[in-house]
Nanobody, 116 residues
Framework: QVQLVESGGGLVQAGGSLRLSCAAS????????MGWYRQGPGKQRELVAA???????NSADSVKGRFTISTDSAKNMVYLQMNSLKPEDTAVYYC??????????WGQGTQVTVSS
């Protein structure tokens, strides 16, 4: 059974940094893509950054130059380094993994709050 467990969220001041971690219970190469998504108050869940087929990365325009996604395949981990955080980055951040076209697995989410 696939399990994704996020950690690393918290409260940070604007301009600060946080590193989110996602531990997968299976080999991350078994997924077609893995990434980070977020859902802010009153908003729909949106893609933040993803790694596709173990190589190409994709990220939202709003985080380009500030957030970096990376993996450690030996540990089955996915990370999101978030720098220069802004209040609008406040959201619940979810680790997500996709198999095939539409089969998604989700973690429980971790809260990131950026104060101004």
């Amino acid at each position: 059974q696939v399990q994704l467990v996020e950690s690393g969220g918290g409260l940070v001041q604007a301009g600060g940094s946080l590193r989110l971690s996602c531990a997968a219970s299976v080999n991350i190469f078994s997924f077609d893509s893995m990434g980070w998504y977020r859902q802010g108050p009153g908003k729909q869940r949106e893609l933040v950054a993803a790694i596709i087929n173990g190589g190409r990365t994709n990220s939202a325009d709003s985080v380009k130059g500030r957030f970096t996604i990376s993996t450690d395949s030996a540990k089955n981990m996915v990370y999101l380094q978030m720098n220069s955080l802004k209040p609008e980055d406040t959201a619940v951040y979810y680790c997500g993994a996709r198999v095939g076209v539409s089969n998604y697995y989700w973690g429980q989410g971790t809260q990131v709050t950026v104060s101004s």
